[in-house]
């Protein structure tokens, strides 16, 4: 039985993902459940937060989203029995790779797949769905007739996040990096207020969201991260499709929440005054918060359970690639790494 594995000598190097044979998988443990994967998403793997959880080892599992049957459980699991179908999360710390045929996971980390929920659809939506919700209701709570801004909509998260912001009638506005991803969004339903075209650069952000809003600014800002420095000041690699983090300061209205991925923003203190002119807040998307803190297990519980509802009754309608096989899934992770692909890819087993 082969699982995939990443493999990284140094910190600033590239990582090599490697298959590698594993053993039969022990008797499963008293709350822990074993299953056989029948797919499993990929998504880029935080390096530097695995660095600082004290977590590197030479070879470290690669697959976290997936969906799968029941194989056997343990003495004390009460939620699932063999033959159910189901779908989660493995932790950070898992021992096992999602890309893998079997795997053991903790019961809490798992939720029953809806019946017509296919499992590329559940294994490539759930890490998004859970990722929207934690910035749209717990970090940011939302509801109708909010004005909204998701930046770069049509990517995965931003996809989710956009159809979750419609289904409780916001009002929301996105961007899109190209003229595809401006067709994606475009043919979203019901439509979204207004589609800002970034391609040439982030310049007329703020000045859309204003003329929207009638210039009270949007109630809510989910970004996809943000320029922090002048454009000839920004490390390699910053992309100058992103808004600056005036601009951000800009548009959102009184009493506004900003939900940003950045993890390194840094707001001097005429930016601190701002929002406090405006009794706005910044809170900070951490897309493994849940397997970090020592939260209550109960609500991410709900959280699965409420994505995969909401999948099931077509409310969320992921971005997905062609599912792919799990000899290709090397390949794919290298893209998926740099960050090269726009849509979800998912391997079918």
Not at 148 to 155: E, K, Y
């Amino acid at each position: 039985m082969k699982g995939l594995y990443f493999q990284q000598n140094s910190p600033n190097e590239d990582i090599t993902f490697v298959f590698q044979e594993r053993e039969n998988l022990p008797v499963t443990e008293e709350n822990y459940v074993k299953l056989q994967v029948k797919a499993c998403a990929l998504s880029r793997i935080n390096t530097k937060l695995l660095a600082e959880m004290k977590m590197e080892k030479e070879f470290f599992p690669v697959g976290r989203e997936i969906a799968g049957i029941v194989l056997d459980v343990g003495s004390k699991v009460s939620f699932f029995r063999p033959d159910d179908e189901v779908v989660g999360i493995l932790p950070l710390d898992s021992e096992d790779p999602g890309l893998c045929e079997a795997v053991r996971v903790h019961e809490h980390y798992l939720v029953h797949k809806p019946e017509k929920v296919s499992w590329t659809e559940a294994a490539g939506t759930v890490r998004d769905g859970v990722r929207a919700y934690t910035a749209l209701h717990y970090l940011s709570p939302l509801s109708a007739g909010k004005a909204v801004l998701i930046m770069d909509g049509a990517s995965t998260l931003g996809t989710i996040a956009i159809q979750l912001a419609l289904h409780r009638g916001a009002k929301v506005i996105s961007t899109a990096s190209s003229l595809e991803d401006k067709q994606h969004l475009e043919r979203l339903r019901p439509p979204l207020a207004r589609v800002v075209d970034v391609s040439h650069g982030s310049a007329r952000v703020a000045e859309s969201c204003l003329e929207e809003t009638g210039g009270l600014g949007v109630d809510i800002v989910l970004d996809a991260g943000v320029r922090l420095y002048r454009e000839e000041d920004e490390p390699p690699g910053k992309s100058q499709l992103l808004p600056h983090k005036h601009d951000i300061l800009t548009l959102l209205g009184v009493g506004g929440r900003w939900v940003t991925t950045e993890e390194n923003l840094q707001l001097d203190p005429p930016d601190c005054h701002c929002l406090f002119l405006k009794g706005a807040t910044v809170a900070f998307l951490n897309d493994d918060v849940w397997n970090l803190s020592n939260v209550q297990q109960g609500k991410y519980l709900c959280i699965l359970k409420d994505v995969m509802e909401k999948l099931s009754a077509g409310v969320f309608r992921p971005r997905l690639e062609e599912p792919i096989p799990l000899h290709e899934a090397k390949v794919s992770m290298e893209v998926v790494q740099k960050n090269q692909g726009r849509k979800k890819q998912v391997v079918r087993f």
